[in-house]
């Protein structure tokens, strides 16, 4: 069973990941994008740890539903309300639960991925983080590190293909070639995932 | 790269408060980052809120004040500003008689001021919004993200912003904003890329010899690029694009936009090459303005914005006004 504390980690993990890999984030912005994905993601994380340390909430619920809304309220561009509505409609799918299983875990996170898709308009191919976050949540039954696997394999297959959805889509056939960083972003956040899971004691 | 600031962390927030000082007839929030005209609320006017990445100075706060916009937003540099920013600027702008955001078709900025405005309207503000999506350079369908807002910000804030400072209701300026709109056509190229400062180097190669053509206005590399051209073939080029989207029946508006590093001196020759290639494809220009306005930092280039307009819309455009970036009639 999955708590509190666990989604505390998981946020945490993501923080500290998203803080390693900003230069690379903002790197992979640059040839199809502005440059800006990491540290804007980095100031969002950054006042998602902030407020989960001040705050404390008791439910996997809450603490996305807040980590949501810190992300909403601070990182801005396409970023803040995609990843703020992936992780706020997860924890309210979540409910005030103060334990959750693997599996109903996964039905909360399909209906933010779900979320995050009518939200932005954005379908699979699209070469955005739903790319990633797709096959995470469809690889989710078989354990954490499935679901990593799954959201790199994800990631790394945006390389490819045309953007049709964000800023990288006004360079049509030009942005063929570059790995998304937005699916990038996403597979790390999946990535911390795991790595809360096997801190926990396994997959 | 050398730029003149302290950290890449507090660049806008420095700027703000540089601007705070430079104008006190504007109540800039330094901390909730959001600039305001001094006398908001103006009772029963309609406000006007827009906002939107920073780097674009003096695009949005330059454009502040009796005549224009009532509020603006400022975000992280090329990123939109966040929802709280926006509902922030809407409490504090807003008369009783409605507020209008003014956003430009960017997924960022949608989704933000989407947010907002839901937000705002939960506080009992009235909320209506128009999209600015004038740039032909950008495929527009149903699998894209769609035109972006460029130059034809300005022609929408300004006129929009008249209408709004003669008392005119909320759904007519809404309507006149998306006329505008409507009526407006953009084109931009690049010399040189941007360089962001948290990035510290420029956000694409662009080789000496080399231009960026139909670029926008964050850095984002155009969708061709060609050996270097002259100030009039740029001019042949710009415009063909824009008139292969739009036929002009009326006189147009025209902004000779500077992109933020290119020197009056090539504006007026370039803005002289326009005229040229608009006379001979028979367009009347009533109005021209030629300047840095919607800039993109340190990116070298320019854009052309034609916005074709009645009597009406001219006399919105002539009527007074009195912001940092944007100064007549008074």
């Known amino acids: 069973m999955l708590d509190a504390d666990f989604f505390r980690r998981w946020m945490t993990a993501t923080a500290s990941s998203v803080d390693r890999e900003a230069d690379r984030l903002t790197a992979l912005d640059s ?41 909403i309220s601070t990182v ?3 970023s803040g309300p995609l990843y703020g509505t ?10 005030d639960a103060a334990e959750v299983d693997e599996e109903g875990f996964a039905e909360a996170l399909r209906a933010g991925v779900d979320a995050v898709m009518q939200l932005g308009g954005a379908a699979p191919g699209d070469k955005t983080m739903i790319d990633a976050l797709v096959p995470a949540v469809d690889a989710l039954p078989d354990g954490f590190g499935a679901a990593r696997a799954a959201a790199e394999q994800g990631a790394e297959a945006t390389t490819p293909l045309q953007a049709r959805k964000g800023r990288a889509s006004y360079l049509g056939e030009r942005s063929i070639g570059h790995q998304d960083p937005g699916a990038t972003s996403a597979a790390l956040l999946i990535a911390a995932l795991a790595d809360a899971g096997a801190e926990a004691g396994g997959e | 790269m050398k730029m003149l600031i302290n950290v890449a962390e507090t660049v806008v927030a420095d700027a703000l408060r540089g601007m705070a000082v430079a104008h006190p007839e504007l109540a800039v929030d330094v901390e909730n980052r959001v600039v305001v005209r001094r006398d908001a609320p103006v009772a029963g006017k309609v ?46 702008v807003d008369s009783g008689a409605g507020v209008l955001f003014i956003v430009k078709n960017y997924t960022g900025d949608v989704l933000n001021f989407d947010m907002a405005a839901e937000l705002a309207e939960d506080e009992g503000i009235q909320i209506a919004k128009v999209l600015v999506d004038d740039d032909v350079a950008v495929t527009d369908s149903l699998y894209t993200a769609g035109r972006r807002g460029t130059g034809a910000t300005l022609f929408v804030e300004k ?23 409507e009526n407006a056509r953009s084109f931009g190229v690049a010399l040189s890329a941007c360089t962001t400062p948290a990035k510290g180097s420029p956000t694409f190669d662009l080789p000496a010899g080399e231009l960026e053509l139909g670029v926008g206005i964050h850095g984002e590399p155009g969708r061709e690029r060609r050996a270097m051209m002259t100030s009039g073939e740029i001019a042949d080029f710009a415009i063909n694009a824009i008139l292969d989207d739009m036929t002009p029946r009326n006189p147009v508006l025209l902004l000779v936009n500077g992109m933020g590093a290119t020197p009056l001196l090539e504006l007026y020759g370039f803005n002289a090459e326009v005229h040229r290639v608009l006379a001979q494809r028979g367009v009347a220009v009533a109005r021209t303005l030629v300047g840095n306005y919607v800039t993109s930092l340190d990116m070298a280039g320019a854009s052309v914005t034609l916005c074709q307009v009645d009597e009406e819309l001219l006399r919105l455009w002539d009527a007074p006004v009195r912001t940092a970036g944007l100064r007549w009639g008074v």
Request: proline residues 7%; negative net charge.
């Open chain 2, 47 to 92: 406000a006007l809120v827009s906002g939107g990445g920073s780097g674009h100075e003096p695009l949005h706060g330059g454009f502040v004040g009796p005549g224009m916009l009532s509020a603006a937003c400022p975000g992280e540099v090329f990123t939109s500003p966040v929802p709280d920013q926006m509902v922030r600027a809407a409490a504090a």
């Open chain 2, 159 to 181: 006129i929009a912003g008249a209408a709004a400072e003669e008392g005119q209701s909320l759904e007519r300026v809404e309507a006149l904003a998306r006329q505008v709109n």
């Open chain 1, 31 to 71: 040839p199809i994008g502005d440059a800006d994905h990491g540290s804007n993601l980095r100031r969002g994380f950054t006042a998602v740890s902030a407020a989960l340390e001040k705050e404390a909430p008791e439910t996997p619920g809450a603490v996305l539903v807040l980590a949501g809304r810190q992300l």
């Open chain 1, 76 to 78: 801005g561009g396409a």
């Open chain 1, 86 to 95: 992936l992780l706020r409609r997860t924890g309210k799918a979540l409910g």
